[in-house]
């Protein structure tokens, strides 16, 4: 580790902690009790020794060139413990050397267990060639009884500029004591929770301390000279204590931290555009995710034999192109399409303000928009959901292969999905109007299969079609998008076919929202339903499309200003911003944003991920549990402040949809509050949280490494998010680094650049 992104991250930390005490569990050079599973061999070695551990080294040999098989063959081997009880340890550690040549990185796993048959596994990314440090803290798991480890890569395919044949040598494993990080609740100890990022000249500008450390605090520019200095301000709530420190009357630009007691920030900017590394990280994070092109430093030209099959025809188009998604690197065109339009919007608000920037962004969303006109089949079929998840040689071993009978084949199936459809029509629209002066042939073809894709999702959504995977969308969430569409396509034709469906579908948006304030004890409106019926609250557990029915309807009013029905558009929006306005103050100091209303009796599980339809019953508990964490509003509705979920949790991208919403709404309202509300719901991503860490990877500092499988750590990367544990409504944050919370998300990048877009100069 011995640069500036690692020296800030929450590694290097976590690396230089004192250990207390620590006991070896696996001694290589003495001990021959581990056991090999899997695939490959295992051996005991002389070859790679780590100095300092002794003579001998465990080692696992694989072959890495594996079918595309699920689950994914390992390569590990396993330690029986006997019962032992592990309290008065909390991290594991043991050093890993991969031998290889022409790989970039090994996905890799570390487990423990308990009498239970609980696991905890941590998924770090391992660099070839040199020793990895792998350890993880397991502060909360149940460990008076453990009764195993594993740990080894998984085989995840060969690139072919690689040898397939790797090697992984092990030293000791080790069991350790440490001062565990905090990783579950509010409290702030003796960190300083501010954003890293910095703050708007033009905006509030605050950072918090636990009241039990010093109580003022002094504001130094860059010379270290003292420019401001004042006592923090007691908050004591349901959240703890806190000294909020405010320094929005600072309004010069430039370098600043913030000094209290004996500890100090790191230097962050004051500027009118804060956010320019983030943004610019977040489009290098998009640039690491291209797929079919080489990447330098990330993978070589992928995925070029992957193909997506239309299921009436055979017709074949080519997977790649486009970006991997996540860490699985597969790709949806839901979050394709909503990340080309984020871009789009960013570029044209920055224009000729920062045109290098803009140009950045433009260049990112053609690739991404590229991808989205390769893959419509001209009927109303996509490709929808393509799924890679391996390394490959590029070569297609049999024409047979390619035939649709041939069940690998089918894996990729194109799907007629009208939501979709919306999403990619409103993208390639956005990207017609930003090209039109730049490439006349590039902004025809968009506007072409906008205007195709459009006229597809209208004729599915009257036929009441949706796809297999992600079932039927709600109607506030499908009708926004249709708006959203319709509404730059108007803009772009000033075809009024386009503004008559705009506005009967506005009216379907408009019936899904409350507009009446319920019989509660502390009653809201504003809020939207799924459905025109009211039956279930509109809410998420992964992905995050609460701003769909404001932005769609905002995007109409700004077309129309001056239609019969604008004071009705206008109402929905001033409804959802009296929403905010209600709730922006229930989780004080942080001012996070409640996530979603819920009610017992009124949830829908096909909007849930349940790994097993046999325990709908157990579930449907778990989530009765989990709503009643939340803040009452009356005796059997409450605002959760994280969503409910069973397998799914993480937060950001729910969080940061809503966050559209609202940084939408300041821009139409010209609402400073509203775009105060969007900005703190940023510094919560960038550092102002009680872990007091900035969750991109690369950007401000303490960010933890995240589950990246198939690559290194990628600048700019942002998770899933932060996510809960059990039933309780309290943030949860912790060290081991896994799927979903901890994986690098194109989605969340997406709505994060979308709200930039709208706080941007
Ligand atoms: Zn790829």
Not at 349 to 369: I, V
Not at 416 to 441: H, T, V, W, Y
Not at 702 to 721: D, I, M, T
């Amino acid at each position: 580790m011995d640069n500036i992104i690692e020296r800030n991250s929450a590694s290097w930390r976590w690396e230089n902690k004192t250990v207390f005490h620590a006991r070896t569990v696996y001694d290589c050079s003495i001990d021959r009790s581990a056991v090999f599973n899997g695939q490959g061999e295992m051996l005991y070695s002389q070859e790679v020794v780590k100095e300092g551990f002794g003579s001998t080294s465990l080692m696992l040999k694989a072959n890495t060139d594996i079918q595309d098989v699920r689950p994914r063959p390992a390569c590990r081997f396993s330690l029986a413990i006997n019962h032992e009880n592990w309290q008065s340890f909390n991290r594991l550690s043991v050093w890993v050397y991969p031998k290889s040549q022409g790989f970039i990185n090994f996905y890799f796993h570390a487990a423990i267990t308990n009498k239970e048959n609980q696991n905890i596994v941590h998924a770090p990314s391992l660099i070839p060639n040199q020793w990895n440090h792998v350890f993880f803290e397991f502060p909360d798991f149940v460990r008076e009884d453990i009764i195993g480890i594993s740990m080894g890569p998984l085989l995840m395919g060969c690139p072919p500029e690689a040898n397939p044949e790797v090697a992984f040598y092990f030293s000791n494993i080790v069991l350790e004591q440490v001062s565990p990080d905090y990783d579950f609740g509010w409290d702030l100890e003796e960190r300083i929770a501010y954003c890293h990022s910095g703050y708007f000249l033009d905006a509030e500008k605050k950072a918090l301390v636990a009241a039990s450390q010093a109580s003022s605090f002094k504001l130094l520019n860059e010379q270290n000279e003292i420019v401001f200095s004042q006592p923090g301000r007691l908050i004591d709530n349901e959240y703890g204590q806190f000294w909020e420190f405010d320094f929005s009357t600072v309004q010069k630009p430039g370098l600043y931290k913030i000094q209290t007691g004996n500890k100090e920030t790191a230097l962050f900017p004051i500027s009118s555009f804060p956010y320019r590394e983030a943004l610019w990280k977040s489009v290098h994070f998009l640039k690491s995710l291209r797929c079919g092109c080489e990447i330098k430093g990330v993978h070589s030209a992928c995925h070029l034999t992957h193909h997506t099959i239309h299921p009436l025809d055979g017709r074949l188009i080519g997977d790649w192109g486009g970006w991997h998604d996540a860490g699985d690197v597969s790709q949806f065109a839901i979050c394709t399409a909503e990340i080309v339009h984020a871009l789009l919007d960013c570029a044209e608000k920055l224009g000729q303000h920062d045109e290098e920037l803009s140009e950045m962004l433009l260049d990112e969303a053609r690739h991404g928009a590229n991808w989205l006109l390769k893959t419509h089949f001209g009927d109303g079929y996509r490709s929808l959901a393509v799924l890679y998840s391996i390394w490959t040689s590029n070569q297609i071993k049999s024409a047979d292969l390619l035939k649709m009978e041939t069940p690998t084949t089918i894996k990729n199936v194109a799907e007629n999905g009208p939501f979709e459809n919306f999403l990619a029509s409103a993208a390639l629209s956005a990207c017609a109007k930003m090209f039109q002066k730049r490439d006349d042939i590039f902004a025809h073809y968009c506007l072409r299969i906008a205007k195709a894709d459009f006229a597809f999702g209208v004729e599915g959504l009257k036929k009441g079609l949706f796809t297999r995977r992600w079932g039927r969308g709600p109607l506030a969430q499908v009708s926004g998008a249709l708006v959203l569409a319709a509404s730059q396509l108007y803009e772009l034709t000033k075809d009024e076919k386009y503004l008559d469906v705009a506005v009967l579908s506005a009216q379907e948006v408009m019936d899904c929202q409350e507009v009446n304030l319920p019989n509660w004890q502390k009653p809201l409106r504003g809020f939207f339903y799924e459905d025109s019926d009211h039956k279930h609250y509109l809410s998420y557990e992964h992905r995050g499309h609460e701003q769909s029915p404001i932005t769609g309807i905002i995007k109409l009013m700004a077309v129309a200003p001056h239609h019969p029905q604008f004071s009705k558009w206008k109402q929905t929006v001033t409804l959802y911003q009296e929403y905010i306005e209600k709730t922006k103050d229930f989780i004080l100091p942080y001012g996070l944003l409640p996530a979603h209303i819920y009610e017992k009796d009124k949830i829908n599980l096909d909007r849930f991920t349940l790994p097993n339809r046999d325990l709908l019953d157990s579930y449907l508990r778990q989530l009765h549990e989990q709503i009643e964490t939340g803040i009452a509003l009356d005796d059997e509705v409450f605002l959760r402040r994280f969503p409910i979920a069973i397998q799914r949790r993480g937060f950001h991208a729910t969080l940061l949809s809503k966050t559209k919403a609202v940084s939408a709404i300041s821009q139409s309202l010209n609402s400073a509050r509203m775009r105060q509300v969007a900005i703190n719901q940023v510094e919560w991503i960038l550092g102002k949280n009680p872990f007091a860490t900035s969750t991109m990877y690369g950007e401000g500092y303490n960010y933890h490494p995240l589950y990246v499988a198939f690559s290194q750590q990628l600048l700019g990367a942002l998770p899933v998010g932060i996510k809960t544990k059990g039933s309780a409504d309290v943030p949860y944050w912790p060290l081991v680094n896994n799927a979903v919370y901890k994986e690098v998300w194109g989605h969340t990048t997406a709505k994060f650049l979308w709200v930039l877009a709208d706080l941007l100069l």
